[in-house]
């Protein structure tokens, strides 16, 4: 008896971090070349995805930063009107883990107000740079969170404990090998290499069943190489038909359901 959903014999989480400009307004906030990076996302990046994954028949999440609804909200409004989830991501990319207490719970406070000003209540989070602590959990909890996507443990989904106590939520699990951004961004890779990359880990995992987290960055894979490349994963990914393609919150309350 397998995990997934019948018909399915492996699960292909794919996810965009949708982070536009906003960790450049406070790293370099003088830098109009820096800042003009990001926004290559709504402008371009994104109308460019959400087409890819209208033909490809997917539905997926963006992780979203409060800085990128209150700057792009038209663009936040493409991606509902497209069917796919939003979910949070902190207010500027901060670092979490490297705030104050009280800078961490106003950042909080400020990335679901700018959430919910464009109809969202989030059901998960993704923590920028995966720097994720006590206080996070704590405030997914206080805030009525279903799930996380932070740790590194696991290829499956699974039901996140914290000092061996159950949290309630669920975590989808994520790994830096399976992030566009070191690879196109840091390393300068190009998409056949990132590609020699990706394919193998899908067919292992998918041989063996599991699931395969693939994080991407909107003005990082929507350059016009990168995501032909993307397309040709994902493509290939379904031509067998048994692969599940769920947005976060479908994979998280299927992992509910099967693990309480």
């Given at each position: 008896m397998g995990f997934w959903p019948k018909g399915y014999k492996s699960c292909f989480f794919l996810s965009f971090d949708y982070d536009a400009s906003s960790a450049e307004t406070w790293k370099t906030p003088d830098d109009l070349s820096s800042l003009s990076k990001g926004r290559y996302a709504p402008r371009v990046a994104i109308p460019r995805i959400l087409d890819l994954l209208d033909r490809l028949e997917i539905k997926t999440t963006f992780f979203t930063p409060g800085w990128t609804c209150d700057n792009h909200p038209d663009s936040l409004a493409d991606i509902l009107s497209h069917g796919h989830e939003v979910a949070a991501h902190s207010y500027a990319h901060e670092k979490m883990t490297e705030l104050s207490a009280e800078k961490e719970a106003e950042v909080w406070e400020k990335s679901m107000a700018a959430l919910e000003r464009v109809g969202v209540k989030p059901q998960g989070y993704r923590a920028p740079y995966w720097m994720f602590g006590e206080r996070s959990i704590n405030h997914m909890k206080r805030l009525g969170f279903k799930y996380s996507s932070n740790m590194m443990d696991e290829d499956?989904?699974?039901?996140?404990?914290?000092?061996?106590?159950?949290?309630?939520?669920?975590?989808?699990?994520?790994?830096?090998?399976?992030?566009?951004?070191?690879?196109?961004?840091?390393?300068?890779?190009?998409?056949?290499?990132?590609?020699?990359?990706?394919?193998?880990?899908?067919?292992?995992?998918?041989?063996?069943?599991?699931?395969?987290?693939?994080?991407?960055?909107?003005?990082?894979?929507?350059?016009?190489?990168?995501?032909?490349?993307?397309?040709r994963l994902v493509s290939e990914a379904k031509e067998g038909g048994d692969v599940w393609f769920p947005m976060g919150k479908e994979l998280s309350d299927w992992t509910r359901k099967k693990l309480k």
């Amino acid at each position: 008896m397998g995990f997934w959903p019948k018909g399915y014999k492996s699960c292909f989480f794919l996810s965009f971090d949708y982070d536009a400009s906003s960790a450049e307004t406070w790293k370099t906030p003088d830098d109009l070349s820096s800042l003009s990076k990001g926004r290559y996302a709504p402008r371009v990046a994104i109308p460019r995805i959400l087409d890819l994954l209208d033909r490809l028949e997917i539905k997926t999440t963006f992780f979203t930063p409060g800085w990128t609804c209150d700057n792009h909200p038209d663009s936040l409004a493409d991606i509902l009107s497209h069917g796919h989830e939003v979910a949070a991501h902190s207010y500027a990319h901060e670092k979490m883990t490297e705030l104050s207490a009280e800078k961490e719970a106003e950042v909080w406070e400020k990335s679901m107000a700018a959430l919910e000003r464009v109809g969202v209540k989030p059901q998960g989070y993704r923590a920028p740079y995966w720097m994720f602590g006590e206080r996070s959990i704590n405030h997914m909890k206080r805030l009525g969170f279903k799930y996380s996507s932070n740790m590194m443990d696991e290829d499956m989904p699974y039901m996140l404990e914290h000092k061996g106590k159950p949290t309630g939520l669920v975590e989808l699990p994520v790994e830096w090998l399976l992030d566009d951004w070191p690879h196109f961004e840091m390393d300068r890779m190009g998409p056949e290499e990132v590609y020699k990359l990706w394919k193998p880990e899908w067919e292992g995992l998918h041989g063996l069943g599991r699931c395969f987290g693939l994080t991407c960055h909107p003005e990082c894979i929507g350059r016009v190489s990168r995501i032909k490349m993307l397309e040709r994963l994902v493509s290939e990914a379904k031509e067998g038909g048994d692969v599940w393609f769920p947005m976060g919150k479908e994979l998280s309350d299927w992992t509910r359901k099967k693990l309480k």
